[in-house]
């Protein structure tokens, strides 16, 4: 029988290191406060941790603008820091994925410095015209900015310039970073933005109210080519796995990427289901709709090879109060989202603090939003007339910074002994590690045993994915592996819910205490695993 691999059978734990734990107080968060928080990390019982950016660079977008690929950001630590970190990680039974952010790189970056000079054999290394086209930016405005005479292009910040990967110097650039960092013993990447860093051409784009110009680079086939050249020349060479962050891709775009035969990357983060509360683009918020949400969710289960599962990141708001009820229902709801995440198909991925129910924060002006993203949103929406109450509700709402506010430990907060670089979220008090740890009934101790059962039961890491009912708020699947059956209940919404189906069998987990099923009803936010008799 083929041993299954890690990054099938294991559980992810996302690192936004800024934000996790400051070892020095600073106020930022770093390397060896990540190192001292190994043992928690190890006990709760995660195997991957993925740090998200780390690398020496100016922070225009909180590191997702690389100006040294072989640096470490000196207010995380040095090199010493993160290879100790390596060590002490993997003496732990610990392996570490590291983001790789290949569209881009910060305009500090030596090889554009140095592509500002025509004759520089750099020049070719980026995107350089003399006139620019109409493609506009995710962080809204022009995707150019002019430089002397000529214009470079950037689909993002205008300080994260994109690199050109018609220039098979840039492959080899890419490769030897990837050598660098897996020979160092990590486990491998999530690619960032990874399906639209080839440009097919640079002509103008179908005009839209978004993202001008996508459709010469959004899933090109010259994509698929750097991916499967990457695969050959680096990652087959090492024990490891891709995870790729996608922009925009349906189920067949993502097979594309994953199925084992394309020999690319081994599975993306799909973003249909957290586009199920918005219109156009993500600040403009509906009222979430769990039937939409739950559809969303069963055709990627259904349809994709192999899900990265997840319900928050470092972008996205906090789950528990986008999909869940932070308010009446807090416990329950963060209970019964992860108990959805965990059991579902495919490899489950935590964010720093979901495990405690972390909420969106409350914030009382624009000044207290660090967000390069929110910033601009407010600016455009600010051109565009929008009333000020109008911007400061969307961008509270949505902004990627309730998702970035430090890791709350302690009642006092606990992150760091200085000022923290973002707010902390008042209900610290409340909400924070050690009264999860006091208290035996908490979320962290629900994702403990969820977590627990998703490593070592083959019906939750092979079984294959069944929708028996969605509808009415409610969400019922099965898995199935061999002659064993589990069923996932969960009820998405405040009301108490008959059980549309009938359900037999022996409860495993319940996030209210539940014993039997003889009622046939769901609590507000309920979840029930079942295993079914056979």
Same mark, same amino acid.
């Given at each position: 029988? #083929? #041993?299954?691999?890690?990054?099938?059978?294991?559980?992810?734990?996302?690192?936004?290191?800024?934000?996790?734990?400051?070892?020095?107080?600073?106020?930022?968060?770093?390397?060896?406060?990540?190192?001292?928080?190994?043992?928690?990390?190890?006990?709760?019982?995660?195997?991957?941790?993925?740090?998200?950016?780390?690398?020496?660079?100016?922070?225009?977008? !909180? *590191?997702?603008?690389?100006?040294?690929?072989?640096?470490? =950001?000196?207010?995380?630590?040095?090199?010493?820091?993160?290879?100790? /970190?390596?060590?002490?990680?993997?003496?732990?039974?610990?392996?570490?994925?590291?983001?790789?952010?290949? =569209?881009?790189?910060?305009?500090?970056?030596?090889?554009?410095?140095?592509?500002? =000079?025509?004759?520089?054999?750099?020049?070719?290394?980026?995107? &350089? $015209?003399?006139?620019?086209?109409?493609?506009?930016?995710?962080?809204?405005?022009?995707?150019?900015?002019?430089?002397?005479?000529?214009?470079?292009?950037?689909?993002?910040?205008?300080?994260?310039?994109?690199? =050109?990967?018609?220039?098979?110097?840039?492959?080899?650039?890419?490769?030897?970073?990837?050598?660098?960092?897996?020979?160092? *013993?990590?486990?491998?990447?999530?690619?960032?933005?990874?399906?639209?860093?080839?440009?097919?051409?640079?002509?103008?784009?179908?005009?839209?109210?978004?993202?001008?110009?996508?459709?010469?680079?959004?899933?090109? %086939? *010259?994509?698929?080519?750097?991916? $499967?050249?990457? +695969?050959?020349?680096?990652?087959?060479?090492?024990?490891?796995?891709?995870?790729?962050?996608?922009? @925009?891709?349906?189920?067949?775009?993502?097979?594309?990427?994953?199925?084992?035969? $394309?020999?690319?990357?081994?599975?993306?983060?799909?973003?249909?289901?957290? #586009?199920?509360?918005?219109?156009?683009?993500?600040?403009?918020?509906?009222?979430? !709709?769990?039937?939409?949400?739950?559809?969303?969710?069963?055709?990627?289960?259904?349809?994709?090879?192999?899900?990265?599962?997840?319900?928050?990141?470092?972008?996205?708001?906090?789950?528990?109060?986008?999909?869940?009820?932070?308010?009446?229902?807090?416990?329950?709801?963060?209970?019964?989202?992860?108990?959805?995440? /965990?059991?579902?198909?495919?490899?489950?991925?935590?964010?720093?603090?979901?495990?405690?129910?972390?909420?969106?924060?409350?914030?009382?002006?624009?000044? %207290?939003?660090?967000?390069?993203?929110?910033?601009?949103?407010?600016?455009?929406?600010?051109? /565009?007339?929008?009333?000020?109450?109008?911007?400061?509700?969307?961008?509270?709402?949505?902004? +990627?910074?309730?998702? +970035?506010?430090?890791?709350? &430990?302690?009642?006092?907060?606990?992150?760091?002994?200085?000022?923290? &670089?973002?707010?902390?979220?008042?209900?610290?008090? %409340?909400?924070?590690?050690?009264? !999860?740890?006091?208290?035996?009934?908490?979320?962290?101790?629900?994702?403990?045993?969820?977590?627990?059962? $998703?490593?070592?039961?083959?019906?939750?890491?092979?079984?294959?994915?069944?929708?028996?009912?969605?509808?009415? *708020?409610?969400?019922?699947?099965?898995?199935?592996?061999?002659?064993?059956?589990?069923?996932?209940?969960?009820? @998405?919404?405040?009301?108490?819910?008959?059980?549309?189906?009938?359900?037999?069998?022996?409860?495993? /987990?319940?996030?209210?205490?539940?014993?039997?099923?003889?009622?046939?009803?769901?609590?507000?936010?309920?979840?029930?695993?079942?295993?079914?008799?056979?």
């Amino acid at each position: 029988m #083929e #041993e299954i691999k890690l990054w099938k059978k294991g559980v992810v734990y996302q690192i936004y290191p800024r934000s996790f734990m400051d070892s020095n107080g600073d106020g930022i968060g770093d390397i060896p406060g990540i190192t001292s928080k190994l043992d928690y990390l190890k006990e709760l019982g995660v195997d991957i941790i993925w740090l998200s950016p780390v690398y020496k660079s100016p922070n225009d977008d !909180n *590191g997702y603008d690389i100006s040294d690929y072989k640096d470490i =950001n000196p207010e995380y630590g040095t090199m010493e820091d993160m290879d100790h /970190l390596i060590d002490e990680a993997g003496k732990k039974g610990l392996k570490i994925i590291m983001d790789l952010v290949i =569209n881009h790189t910060s305009d500090e970056h030596p090889w554009f410095i140095a592509s500002k =000079n025509k004759d520089s054999k750099y020049r070719d290394y980026y995107i &350089w $015209r003399d006139k620019p086209n109409n493609w506009t930016s995710f962080f809204s405005g022009p995707a150019w900015s002019k430089d002397k005479d000529s214009y470079y292009l950037h689909l993002f910040s205008k300080k994260q310039p994109d690199l =050109n990967w018609d220039n098979p110097e840039v492959m080899k650039e890419i490769q030897d970073i990837m050598h660098y960092w897996l020979k160092k *013993g990590i486990y491998g990447f999530r690619c960032d933005v990874i399906n639209i860093i080839y440009k097919s051409s640079l002509e103008n784009g179908k005009k839209r109210l978004v993202l001008t110009g996508k459709e010469h680079y959004h899933s090109q %086939e *010259g994509c698929h080519k750097i991916l $499967r050249t990457l +695969r050959k020349e680096v990652l087959d060479s090492y024990d490891c796995f891709t995870v790729g962050e996608t922009v @925009m891709v349906d189920t067949k775009q993502a097979n594309d990427l994953i199925l084992p035969e $394309r020999k690319e990357l081994d599975m993306v983060f799909g973003f249909e289901h957290m #586009e199920t509360d918005q219109i156009n683009n993500k600040w403009f918020k509906t009222k979430f !709709n769990p039937n939409k949400f739950m559809r969303v969710i069963s055709k990627w289960q259904q349809e994709v090879y192999w899900n990265a599962n997840y319900m928050e990141n470092h972008d996205q708001p906090r789950s528990v109060s986008r999909f869940g009820n932070d308010k009446e229902f807090h416990r329950e709801s963060a209970k019964m989202l992860a108990t959805l995440n /965990l059991t579902l198909k495919g490899t489950p991925y935590i964010f720093e603090g979901e495990e405690i129910g972390m909420t969106n924060c409350v914030f009382n002006s624009m000044s %207290e939003f660090k967000d390069v993203e929110s910033h601009n949103i407010d600016a455009l929406a600010k051109k /565009l007339m929008f009333p000020k109450k109008v911007r400061f509700k969307m961008i509270s709402k949505t902004s +990627r910074d309730n998702a +970035r506010t430090p890791m709350q &430990w302690t009642k006092d907060g606990g992150f760091s002994s200085g000022k923290s &670089w973002l707010k902390m979220n008042p209900n610290q008090n %409340e909400i924070n590690v050690d009264a !999860n740890l006091f208290d035996k009934n908490s979320i962290y101790y629900h994702y403990k045993t969820l977590i627990h059962m $998703r490593k070592h039961d083959q019906v939750l890491i092979n079984g294959n994915f069944k929708p028996l009912f969605m509808g009415n *708020g409610i969400f019922i699947f099965s898995r199935n592996h061999l002659d064993e059956t589990y069923i996932t209940v969960s009820n @998405m919404t405040k009301k108490v819910r008959k059980i549309p189906i009938l359900l037999e069998g022996k409860i495993l /987990l319940s996030n209210v205490g539940r014993n039997d099923m003889t009622d046939q009803k769901l609590l507000p936010y309920e979840s029930i695993l079942i295993k079914r008799g056979v």
